[in-house]
Structures are given as C-alpha cells and as structure tokens.
T-cell receptor, first 110, second 112 residues
Framework: SQTIHQWPATLVQPVGSPLSLECTVEGTSNPNLYWYRQAAGRGLQLLFY??????ISSEVPQNLSASRPQDRQFILSSKKLLLSDSGFYLC?????????FGPGTRLTVT | GNSVTQMEGPVTLSEEAFLTINCTYT??????LFWYVQYPGEGLQLLLK?????DKGSNKGFEATYRKETTSFHLEKGSVQVSDSAVYFCALVKGGTYKYIFGTGTRLKVLA
C-alpha cells in the first residue's frame, strides 16, 4: 500500500532563516505531488504541484520554492522565512482522481 | 473558474443528531467530487467520493450524492458521535487536470 511521509512534524524557525521541508511517497511510481499551506483556522492554499521529475508548477508567487529531485520526493524550500510563512504545510499525492495527504508539518516563524 | 462553496461553521450538534454539511460547486463538465476530514493536528483523510452524476459516496456512516442539477454534494450522517468532531472539506477535480479545488472547510463539534 502507499504511504506518504513528511518531516519534520514541527519546526520553529526565526525570521530570515532558511527552510527545507521534505515529503516522500512509498508504494507508487510517478505520482503527482502537491504542497499546500493551511493558515490557522483557514482552508487550503495550493502552493506547488508536480506531474513529474523536474516539473514544478507554482500557484502563488512568494518566497517559497519547490523541487522534485527524485520521482517520489518533493521538497519545499525558502532562503529567508517571513512571519507570514507560519502555518501547517501539507504534502499530497495523486495518481487517479483521489488525492492523499501526509501528516503535515507545523511551521512557526518567530 | 471552478469553485467550491461550503456552509459556514462551526456546526455544533448533540451526539446522535442528524448532520448535514452543504457543499455546492461551480465547474464545467463533470468533475469528480470528494469529502475530506481533518482531525486536530493531522492531515486530511479522504472520507468519500463520487465521480459522476447521481453517484452516492459513502463511508463510516457518512453519505453524499452527486447532484448535477443542483451542482451540490451535501454531506450527511444519520447519527453523529463525539469522535466525528473535525473539520470537513468538500473538493473537486476536473478530469484531465491536476488541480484540486477545496472549500474553506466546515468545523463540526459534537457534544456528548
């Protein structure tokens, strides 16, 4: 069966520091991969999605970037965090119509 | 463009009450429709789905019917439990695309 991992689970970072969040999927090949952000008490904001290695589509211009160095690995990065980057970051994958989510990373920028 | 509209929460019910969470959508063609549930501090879990008009998705006592004529996909449960307390998201995806459109979520609180 398929499994999706995210780490770290929680992260506290100062403003201006770099960020790297990792997501990996097991048990499937060539999935579509997604990064979402969820602000406190809010809905989901799609940040990036990827339909293949090296293919990244950005939905929201901001100081975040994404990379897909391997088929089942999706990384979210920032060179300098802002206070507004705080939130709950969710990775997801899909192959057919269903989309499956990871456990999330809670990021607090101080 | 495509969109999903959910009823505003929070919804507060007593245990064993009947639940309805409204969801309507705007999309051309025949999107697939989903309900996801998010428990505190966790990711979203797929609760049920429907892929064509008049399909009924069901899981864990929850049901939703794909109504093309009213562009709706309302979530229902006959008797809620305290453990159903969570945030529920309605979503759609159009065939041939990769972008999922989510509603803003509806928080459900069930009191014992």
């Amino acid at each position: 069966s398929q499994t999706i991992h995210q780490w770290p689970a929680t992260l506290v970072q100062p403003v201006g520091s770099p960020l790297s969040l990792e997501c990996t999927v097991e048990g499937t090949s060539n999935p579509n991969l997604y990064w979402y952000r969820q602000a406190a008490g809010r809905g989901l904001q799609l940040l990036f999605y990827s339909v293949g290695i090296g293919q990244i589509s950005s939905e929201v211009p901001q100081n975040l970037s994404a990379s897909r160095p391997q088929d089942r690995q999706f990384i979210l990065s920032s060179k300098k965090l802002l206070l507004s980057d705080s939130g709950f970051y969710l990775c997801a994958w899909s192959l057919g119509r269903e989309q499956y989510f990871g456990p999330g990373t809670r990021l607090t920028v101080t | 463009g495509n969109s999903v509209t959910q009823m505003e929460g929070p919804v507060t019910l007593s245990e064993e009450a009947f639940l309805t969470i409204n969801c309507t959508y705007t999309a051309t063609g025949y999107p697939s429709l989903f309900w996801y549930v998010q428990y505190p501090g966790e990711g979203l879990q797929l609760l049920l789905k429907a892929t064509k008009a008049d399909d009924k998705g069901s899981n864990k006592g929850f049901e939703a019917t794909y109504r093309k004529e009213t562009t709706s996909f309302h979530l229902e449960k006959g008797s809620v439990q305290v453990s159903d307390s969570a945030v529920y998201f309605c979503a759609l995806v159009k065939g041939g695309t990769y972008k999922y459109i989510f509603g803003t979520g509806t928080r459900l609180k069930v009191l014992a």
